[in-house]
């Protein structure tokens, strides 16, 4: 008996060195990246996990011009899982890839294994419990940090493997039980092989920045269907002008952020008239966002250059919109808050309409009611993190554009669109937006609520209080005075 003790015992300390001199390695690999780019982040003053998310992002524009030459399908999916990992392994760390293959196997068996009109829903909630858990973990950790880590690739992964699982489901339903051609498109009659499926989930140009992208696309942009006779169409020069209004906008993010930083805003509230307050709020508001649109930009241009982008219109004309995640003139010069909100993060929202909204919508609905808009945009702010303002600001936007509806039932009448009146519509439409997306938006990358409390504070709570007047007013008096119209009867 003693004899066994003592072997268990050097078993055991055999082991702790095996897992500490494995750690040890890993940590070694980890420094090695850091110490690679060291100079760059000197240089540039970024740090070291934005300096390879954005090394990842362009480095996939000029990889992404060669992979499409493949002719073998199951090369691409090879070459996309071993790039996707990679790149994951090299921006966060040597482990950080072991949750987006842990989530994705179980998501592909249990697919595989439910009935398939089951299936979306064990996998929405699972895929969402998981990276919950991830970010609650961060919050607590890492409490109002902009670090990177594992979540912001598996923010990815988990809408992928939801619209895979609601796709495999589609599949099963008769082309007449489909209501939206979309979810027609983009169902998936035939299980794919773990090749196919893992290919698709690690897809380089996206994997570790989005957006999302439906499997059903994927496979026939690796096997060539999705191109004219199969042949693979040029496009350097339309990826390289997205390239470069990518680089056009780096430089406004470098010029203007520095110059209407949010920070100086909150110290600074009070000492500033409202006009000015509103001014530089909007403006401070409008080159934060510039960050987000040159990385949109970026990833588009690598989504091109791969050829994913690539669409076909019934005459043959060729577009490469097919990736576009982002429209700037509508985001900042939007008449209503659906047409700004619809044209930001596009590929995400588009997740949002067909896999949470419509799914969502009673059949004999013409408008959808407060509850799916409501519960749409809570999904949304789940997606994006625990912290109070983004569920502040997805509520009081559902709420807000639930009233945008009702003042164009009401108005629109009487202001014709080609019209004097209706440009004065439009303009009024459009500073009310701005307006809603500057003030209420505000505590969206601002992650500490009580600063953002203390601002509108110093502004009496004026867009509260107008909104709430309004929802008042709008989605309850004037619906309960409008008459209603009479059925028909036969």
């Known amino acids: 008996l003693e004899g066994r003790g003592e072997l268990l015992d050097l078993g055991l300390e055999v082991k702790e060195s095996i897992m500490e001199a494995v750690m040890q390695a890993l940590n070694e690999v980890d420094n090695a990246s850091n110490d690679l780019v060291q100079p760059l982040v000197d240089a540039t003053g970024f740090k070291h996990d934005r300096l390879k998310f954005m090394l990842c992002i362009v480095f996939n524009v ?20 071993i790039v996707g990992l990679a790149q994951l392994t090299f921006q966060i760390n040597t482990l950080s890839w072991v949750h987006s293959f842990f989530v994705s196997t179980l998501a592909y068996v249990l697919v595989g294994v439910l009935p398939r009109n089951r299936a979306p829903i064990v996998i ?15 919050l607590y950790t890492d409490y109002g940090s902009w670090d990177m880590d594992w979540t912001t690739a598996q923010m990815i992964c988990t809408l992928k493997v939801i619209s895979f699982s609601f796709a495999y489901s589609d599949g099963a339903r008769k082309e007449s039980d489909f209501k939206s ?3 027609k498109e983009h169902r998936l009659i035939k299980f794919p092989n773990p090749l196919q499926y893992y290919g698709f989930i690690y897809y380089f140009p996206t994997f570790i920045s989005g957006p999302p992208i439906e499997i059903v696309h994927y496979l026939k942009w690796a096997d060539r269907s999705l191109f004219a006779n199969r042949e693979l169409p040029n496009s350097f020069f339309p990826a390289m002008s997205m390239f470069m209004k990518s680089i056009a906008i780096l430089v406004g993010v470098a010029i203007l952020e520095p110059r209407f930083p949010l920070e100086f805003l909150y110290e600074n509230a009070a000492k500033m008239n409202m006009l000015t307050r509103l001014i530089y709020t909007f403006t401070a508001m409008s080159a934060s966002r510039l960050k987000y649109i040159m990385v949109f930009k970026l990833v588009e241009a690598g989504n091109i250059a791969a050829r994913f982008s690539y669409r076909r219109d019934k005459n043959g004309v060729v577009y490469w919109d097919g990736m576009k995640n982002i429209s700037l003139f509508q985001v900042e010069f939007g008449e209503s808050l659906q047409q700004s909100t619809r044209v930001w993060n596009t590929k995400v929202s588009d997740f949002l309409k067909y896999h949470v909204y419509l799914r969502l919508m009673p059949a004999d609905a013409k408008e959808a009611p407060l509850y799916v808009s409501l519960t749409t945009y809570f999904v949304s702010a789940i997606w994006h993190g625990f912290y109070p303002g983004y569920y502040y600001f997805f509520v009081v936007t559902a709420v807000a554009d639930n009233i945008g509806r009702q003042l164009s039932k009401t108005f629109s009448p009487y202001f014709p669109q080609g ?18 997306f500057a003030y209420h938006g505000i505590c969206f990358p601002t992650l500490y609520f009580t600063v953002v409390l203390e601002y509108w504070r110093v502004c009496n709570y004026i867009g509260q209080i107008i909104t709430a007047v309004m929802a008042v007013v709008f989605l309850f008096l004037v619906p309960m005075l409008r008459p209603k119209s009479k059925k028909k009867t036969q």
Do not use: D
């Open 62 to 81: 000029f990889f992404g011009f060669l992979v499409p030459y493949i002719r073998s399908a199951n090369v691409k999916h090879a070459i996309n899982i």
């Open 181 to 183: 051609r979309y979810h």
């Open 419 to 436: 019209t004097v009146l209706g440009g004065i519509y439009n303009l009024c439409g459009e500073l009310l937006t701005k307006l809603h």
């Open 124 to 138: 929405f909630v699972f895929a969402f419990t998981y990276m919950s858990c991830g970010m609650i973990y961060k």
